[in-house]
């Protein structure tokens, strides 16, 4: 259960979308893109973003 409720919470942003989640007090100073393989052999993206807030 405690797994499920979890998985609800993933989102999947870009770095435009969560800027505009974040609002206009924040400015995106980074981001990096990582792909890693599962166990299942697939590929998984994983993206960072590095965020400061403004004033």
Same mark, same amino acid.
């Given at each position: 259960?405690?797994?499920? &409720?979890?998985?609800? &919470?993933?989102?999947?942003?870009?770095?435009?979308? +969560?800027s505009?989640?974040?609002?206009?007090?924040? @400015? +995106? +100073?980074e981001?990096? @893109?990582?792909?890693? +393989? @599962?166990?299942?052999?697939?590929?998984?993206?994983?993206?960072?973003?590095?965020?400061?807030?403004?004033?």
């Amino acid at each position: 259960m405690l797994w499920q &409720n979890f998985c609800r &919470n993933i989102f999947d942003h870009d770095a435009s979308k +969560l800027s505009s989640e974040l609002g206009q007090g924040f @400015t +995106l +100073l980074e981001e990096h @893109t990582e792909k890693h +393989l @599962t166990t299942a052999g697939r590929e998984q993206a994983f993206v960072y973003f590095h965020f400061v807030r403004c004033g």
